[in-house]
C-alpha cells in the first residue's frame, strides 16, 4: 500500500478532514488514516465565471474549506491542528458546473442534462499544514486536483424520477451516487472511482509521498541522449534501494529533531506537471559496488531501545519539578537548578541536556527554559498540564512494565508483584486503598480528560440533549466542558462516594458549574440516574464481558426510546495493530480489552443501541454514539440523524 509509510509519519499529528461527506470519511478510513472530521462552515458562493475552467473552481473551493476550519480550530482550541484535508467535487457537463442539487426539480434538472451523455467529474484537493509562531496561525497549501470521465447510459424519464425519490441525488455532486443506486445510471467510467465517489485516493497518496519522500540530489543524475541537450530526471528511491550513507544519515538526524517531512522539497511541485521518471539500466554514478547488498540502517529500531530512556528522562524531570522551575520565560542555569531541587549540578546538567535533545527545553549560552510545548502541558499547574497522568505513568505502568515478561507468561496483570498483594477489585485494591494513592490517580485522570475533554464534547452534535449522565466521570472535567459546550444541557456526574468527597481539589469556578450535579454510587451496584445521555469515558476496556453486561444492561434498561449512549476509547483499526498506543495498552493484561470499532459497534448493538457511529478525533481518545432503538426515525432528526 502506498500510503502506509507515510501513516507512521501521521502518527502524533492532528489530521483534521474539513468535511461533513461520509464517502470521504469512508475512503481515508479504508487507507489507515488516523482523522478527526470538522465540517467547514464556508459557505461556497465563489463566482464559478471567475474561474477559467471547472477544476480551478474545485480547487479554490477545497482551499477555502480547509483554511476555514484551519483558522477556526486555532482560534478555538488550545491545540492546532497539523494537517487540515479540505476537498471539493464537482460535475461538469457541457461546460457548466453541477454541484449538489436544491430540491427533486433541481436534481431531475441535472440527470436529464447528464442523460446519455460523457461528462467530467472533478475532486479539488487541498492538503493545510499548519503551524503556530507566537500564537499565529501560519499555512502551507498544497493543492490537486483529479478528473474522471464518466458516461450515463440512455435513460426514461421514468427511472429518472425513480431514482430521484429514492432520496440519494440529494446530498451528492451532480445528483447521483455512483457507490450506491446511481450505479446503475452509468455506461462506463474512465479514470479513478474513488474520485466520482468524492475523494481521489490514489492521488491524495502520491501526493503524501511527495511531501514525505521528496527526491535526494543523489537521486538525480544526467541521461545522454543522441538527439536531444542533456536534462536532468530523478527516480524516487526508498529508503532500502537508495543504501546512501549521507540519505540515511540525514534521515536520522530529521527523526532526532523531530522534523515534519511536509517541510522538505519544493511545495511548487504540486501544483507543476508531473517531472518525467527515466528508469535506466545502468547503475548509477558514484554508486559503491557494494551499495545494493548493504543493509538499510535500522532507525525504527534504535528509536524503540532508545525509547524507555528518553520516556524516564521526561518522568524523572516532571517528579523534579524541572518544568515548574523553568515555566514562563524563566533562564536558569544547571547549576541553579541544581540547587533548587538539591541534586548534583553533573547529574541534573545531563539531564536537562536529555530534555532539550527530546525538544522538551531550549539551550542558549544564558541556561535552560521551557519549550512552548513544556510550558503548556509538563508545568504542573498549567491548564492543561499532564504532569499528573505522567507521575502516575512514572509510578504505577512504569512498575507494571518491569514485570512484562511475567504478566505475557502468565497471561494476568502484575499487580501483586508491584503492590505485593493480590488485588480482588482493580480500583478499590489498587488506586484508592490510601487517600495519598486515591489523589493521585484522580488527579493522573483529571489531567488527561482536560486535555480529550473538547474533542469528546464536540465529536457528535449533543446539543439536542437536555440531561446526561457521565457514568465514573470522576472529577466531572468532562462534565464542565459539557455545560461550556452546550448551554441547555445538565450533566450528572455518578462516581462512587470516596471519589465525590474529593472532588473539591480539582473543581474550577467556572460558568455553568450550577448544572452539574455529582450523585455517589456504584454503577455495578446501584440504580443509576435517568438521563437523555449517558456517557462512559475511558470505562469499558477496564472490565471483563461479566462486568459489561452488567453495566450496558443497567444502562439500556434505564434508556427510553431514542436517549444514546456516548462512548469515549481508545479504538483500535480492524486489523487490531493499530494505533500503537491502543496494543500496547492492552498489555496491561486488564480482565477487559481494547476493541475496534465493528466491536464496539456490535457490542452496543447487542444491548439495543442502533445508528451507531465512531468519529477518529486524532486526540487521545475516539468517541461512539448510539441511539436506544426508536419505531421513528423523527425522533433521532435533532441529532442529525
Known sequence: MVLCPVIRKLVGKRVVLASASPRRQEILNSAGLRFEVVPSRFKETLDKAAFSTPYEYALETAKQKALEVANRMNKKDFRSPDVVIGADTIVSVDGQILEKPADKQHAYSMLSRLNGKEHSVFTGVAIVLCSTKDKQLETEVFEFYEETKVKFSDLSEELLWEYIHSGEPMDKAGGYGIQSLGGMLVEYVHGDFLNVVGFPLNHFCKKLVELYYPPSKDAIHHVKHDSVPSVETFEVLSDEESGSSNSTQQNVTSMLKGESAFSCGDPGSLRKKEVAQHVSG????????????????????????????????????????????????????????????????????????????????????????????????????????????????????????????????????????????????????????????????????????????????????????????????????????????????????????????????????????????????DFFKDNIPKADLYILSRILHDWSDDKIDILLSKISDTCKPGSALLVAEIVLGEEKISPPRAVLQSLSMTEGKQRSSSEYKQLLEKYGFTWVQTKMTGNFLDVLLGFKKTTHNSELSNFGF
Open 282 to 521: 545502468e547503475p548509477m554514478a558514484n554508486c559503491s559496488e557494494n551499495v545494493e547488498n548493504q543493509a538499510p540502517f535500522p532507525t525504527i529500531l534504535i528509536e524503540l531501545l532508545d525509547g524507555f530512556k528518553a520516556s524516564k528522562a521526561m518522568f524523572v524531570a516532571c517528579k523534579l519539578k524541572v518544568f515548574d522551575l523553568l515555566k514562563g520565560k524563566d533562564i536558569l542555569k544547571a547549576k541553579d537548578v541544581a540547587a533548587h531541587i538539591n541534586a548534583s549540578v553533573c547529574g541534573i546538567e545531563r539531564l536537562l541536556d536529555a530534555c532539550t535533545a527530546l525538544e522538551l527545553l531550549n539551550k542558549t549560552n544564558e541556561g535552560y527554559s521551557n519549550t512552548e510545548l513544556a510550558n503548556k502541558f509538563l508545568v504542573s499547574d498549567s491548564e492543561y498540564s499532564l504532569h499528573g497522568f505522567i507521575i502516575h505513568a512514572n509510578d504505577y505502568v512504569w512498575q507494571f512494565f518491569t514485570h512484562l515478561e511475567s504478566a505475557v507468561k502468565e497471561g494476568t496483570n502484575q499487580n501483586h508483584q508491584i503492590f505485593e498483594k493480590k488485588a480482588q477489585n482493580l480500583f478499590q485494591d489498587t488506586f484508592y486503598h490510601s487517600r495519598e494513592t486515591k489523589l493521585r490517580f484522580m488527579n493522573a485522570m483529571h489531567c488527561i480528560i482536560k486535555v480529550t475533554a473538547r474533542d469528546v464534547a464536540t465529536a457528535f452534535d449533543l446539543s439536542g440533549f437536555r440531561s446526561a449522565c457521565d457514568l465514573g466521570g470522576c472529577t466531572g472535567a468532562l462534565a464542565h466542558v459539557l455545560v461550556q459546550e452546550y448551554p441547555d444541557l445538565h450533566v450528572t456526574v455518578f462516581e462512587l462516594p470516596d471519589v465525590i468527597e474529593n472532588i473539591s481539589c480539582f473543581q474550577p469556578l467556572g460558568q455553568g458549574s450550577s448544572r452539574i450535579t455529582f450523585t455517589p454510587g
